[in-house]
């Protein structure tokens, strides 16, 4: 059985002072969430602050992007896995459509961080989803496998054992249009088929989170489709309340 997992990735936002507001709002009702385990992830400059704070508490501390180069060096404006997993974190998200898009991030250059992060001993959190356009092109399997397919080259399918993947369709992203659940279950069993091609054990194991627009009214739809396990949440993680409902929808 897969233990759902609920992460929220806050992207640039926050402050000292609303770091520690939200962190000690979702602190103050995780005892309400049984099942799913819960991970944020700040900004990198907020990652110390967050890890004080988190002390002794299940919740887990993620980052969200990772250098693609293991050994530290020359790699300016760059985060090394072994700085992430010194400071606490468990997990770091990798191939976020932010970053492919807006700051042209490659496949294989996602692959090579998703290599870089388990090499540090984290936990990938692997994004991948199809844009509007190619959606309506009828192209959304396409773009998923090879998005895939690019890690599932360089580290083999059993890097995703303990991996976790986030199927994010681009359109639904901060836009309050969610896929339907229907829609998201089939890109789901779609990952989860492309995985069992290779090892059908990892495949039972991997954790396929969603991502898009994810909110406190569509969490409990979205998760009890058969191959979601858990989201990769925006916006609705920056609001304790909004956040720990989605978290006990999990
Ligand atoms: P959203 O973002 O929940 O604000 O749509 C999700 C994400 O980008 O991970």
């Given at each position: 059985m897969r233990r759902p997992l609920v992460a929220g990735n806050w992207k640039m936002n926050g402050s000292r002072e609303r770091v520690r507001a939200l962190v000690n709002g979702i602190q103050a009702g995780i005892?309400?969430?049984?099942r799913a385990e819960v991970a944020v992830c700040p900004p990198f400059v907020y990652i110390p602050q967050v890890a004080e704070l988190l002390a002794g508490s299940p919740i887990a501390l993620g980052a969200q992007n990772v250098c693609d180069?293991?050994?530290?060096?020359?790699?300016?404006?760059e985060i090394a896995g072994s700085m992430l997993a010194e400071l606490g974190c468990r997990y770091v998200i990798v191939g976020h459509s932010e970053r492919r898009?807006?700051?042209?991030?490659?496949d294989e250059l996602v692959a090579r961080r998703f290599a870089a992060a388990r090499k540090a001993g984290l936990v990938p959190i692997l994004c991948v989803g199809e844009l509007l356009e190619e959606r309506e092109r009828g192209e959304t399997e396409a773009v998923v496998a090879r998005q895939l397919d690019a890690v599932l080259a360089l580290e083999?399918?059993?890097?995703?054992?303990d991996a976790v993947i986030a199927y994010e369709p681009v359109w639904a992203i901060g836009t309050g249009r969610t896929a339907t659940p229907e829609q998201a279950q089939e890109v789901h069993a779609f990952i989860r088929a492309r995985l069992a091609v290779h090892d059908p054990g990892v495949a039972e194991a991997a954790r396929i989170l969603y991502g898009g627009s994810v909110k406190g009214s569509n969490a409990a739809d979205l998760f009890a489709?058969?191959?979601?396990?858990?989201g990769l949440i925006?916006?609705?993680?920056?609001k304790a309340d909004e956040f720990l409902t989605i978290c006990r929808a999990a």
């Open positions: 005892g309400s969430v049984e180069h293991a050994e530290e060096g020359a790699y300016t404006g898009n807006l700051y042209g991030e490659s083999g399918a059993a890097a995703f054992r489709q058969p191959d979601i396990d858990g925006g916006g609705a993680s920056l």
